[in-house]
């Protein structure tokens, strides 16, 4: 079985200063791991994936986030954000043999204000 | 390139009517789902399937039924919409198990 928690549904960061939004899993086999953005009214977009290359994975839009096996983390992080970045942002897990299944955190909404 | 296409984007049904929502991609992926979006819920999937003829259950299937007979289309069929079904659809399809998920932009569905 597998889960994502998000452990913040609202984060609110002025602009310019750094984002971060945190994302637990659990897997019992080896994850693949993805960050979506949601605007309103919008789909999702993929803003970056983890896929059991490099630990650190460089997004689109100045995003990365880091894989931390050991505690099981992969936060999403920005060093300066912008008002363009307020959205709805989404953790999301999928294992090697679970054929389609993917599992969705919560999502996290991002404010930024002036 | 189209991605994946949605329709209708928006949809207004009485209890008890059925519809079927539309989903088509142009990626030749084998891998197709649709999701439900409530407030507070995340997406959670109702049906996937792995390639044509292939369909299964997701999380919330109930009151749902689909069919895969050509790779491009999935369409999801409300069988008799009940207020509970009012949400947001969307509909994704991807390459392969470690690959990310492409979304069309979602049909509102408000049953009355």
């Known amino acids: 079985a597998q889960s994502v928690t998000q452990l913040d549904s609202h984060v609110s960061v002025s602009e310019g200063t750094p984002v971060l939004l945190r994302c637990n899993y659990s897997?019992?086999?080896?994850?693949?791991l993805f960050w979506y953005v949601q605007h309103p009214n919008k789909g999702l977009q993929l803003l970056l994936k983890?896929?059991?290359?490099?630990?650190l994975v460089k997004g689109i839009n100045g995003f990365e986030a880091e894989f931390k096996k050991s505690e099981t983390s992969f936060h999403l992080t920005k060093p300066s954000a912008h008002m363009s970045d307020a959205a709805e942002y989404f953790c999301v897990v999928s294992v090697t043999g679970g054929g389609n299944k993917l599992t969705f955190g919560t999502g996290t909404q991002l404010k930024v204000e002036l | 390139n189209a991605g994946v296409t949605q329709t209708p984007k928006f949809q207004v049904l009485k209890t008890g009517q059925s519809m079927t929502l539309q989903c088509a991609q142009d990626?030749?992926?084998?891998?197709m789902s649709w999701y439900r979006q409530d407030p507070g819920m995340g997406l959670r999937l109702i049906h996937y399937?792995?390639?044509?003829?292939?369909?299964d259950q997701g999380e919330v299937p109930n009151g749902y039924n689909v069919s895969r007979s050509t790779t491009e289309d999935f369409p999801l069929r409300l069988l008799s919409a009940a207020p509970s079904q009012t949400s947001v659809y969307f509909c994704?399809?991807?390459?392969?198990?470690?690959?990310?998920?492409?979304f069309g932009d979602g049909t509102r569905l408000s049953i009355l």
């Open positions: 994704a399809s991807r390459m392969g198990e470690s690959q990310p998920q492409h």
């Open positions: 990626m030749n992926h084998e891998y």
């Open positions: 399937s792995v390639g044509a003829g292939i369909t």
């Open positions: 897997s019992s086999y080896s994850p693949s």
């Open positions: 983890y896929t059991s290359a490099a630990t």
